[in-house]
T-cell receptor
């Protein structure tokens, strides 16, 4: 089956620093990637959708200057949390979807737990 | 946008029991997936099932698109089935961005 990796799995950073999270599709070409945020005991909250080679589309209320998303290739997307603050601490999950016409199955990475101190 | 409701929100079972999880959606869909989020946070694909019935071992799923619901059946539950089960749907004619339900939290006791 399709595999999506995410790195790092855990990161602790100091307030004011930036953190980059990588999401890779290992065995398929991901024309679309999604970035989610999940708070404890809650559902996934979509942050943004990115298509390869295009600018990301951010959901309402998500600061695009704070959460920089780059989808430079068909196998890699990155999320950079800039000037992180404790309230940015969360579980961040990426997912990827291939380009088969009419098939919209998405595959998830294992997630990154971010703690900002 | 499309609304997705999952029931029950919480479920506690004894090992070996069977269960049915439900996902209702408010509009027609062109894709529907069931996921299991394990205690470590990983979402595992269970079924891609915009319509029809599929089975995989002890799990099976049925989507009746015309009546706007999907069911996930777990038979002979095991402790490893514990976690949260999410349904995600994409609205027909929409932007193909999936909408998630709030999930069903399942605990299976030995």
């Amino acid at each position: 089956g399709a595999v999506v990796s995410q790195h790092p799995s855990r990161v602790i950073c100091k307030s004011g620093t930036s953190v980059k999270i990588e999401c890779r599709s290992l065995d398929f070409q991901a024309t679309t990637m999604f970035w989610y945020r999940q708070f404890p005991k809650q559902s996934l909250m979509l942050m943004a959708t990115s298509n390869e080679g295009s600018k990301a589309t951010y959901e309402q209320g998500v600061e695009k200057d704070k959460f920089l998303i780059n989808h430079a290739s068909l196998t890699l997307s990155t999320l950079t949390v800039t000037s992180a603050h404790p309230e940015d601490s969360s579980f961040y999950i990426c997912s990827a979807r291939g380009g088969v016409a009419g098939v919209y199955e998405q595959y998830f990475g294992p997630g990154t737990r971010l703690t900002v101190t | 946008g499309i609304q997705v409701e999952q029931s029950p929100p919480d479920l506690i079972l004894q090992e070996g029991a069977n269960s049915t999880l439900r996902c209702n959606f408010s509009d027609s869909v062109n894709n529907l997936q069931w996921f299991h989020q394990n205690p470590w946070g990983q979402l595992i694909n269970l079924f891609y099932i915009p319509s029809g019935t599929k089975q995989n071992g002890r799990l099976s799923a049925t989507t009746v698109a015309t009546e706007r619901y999907s069911l996930l059946y777990i038979s002979s539950s095991q402790t490893t089935d514990s976690g949260v089960y999410f349904c995600a749907v994409g609205e027909t004619g929409g932007s193909y961005i999936p909408t998630f339900g709030r999930g069903t939290s399942l605990i299976v006791h030995p």
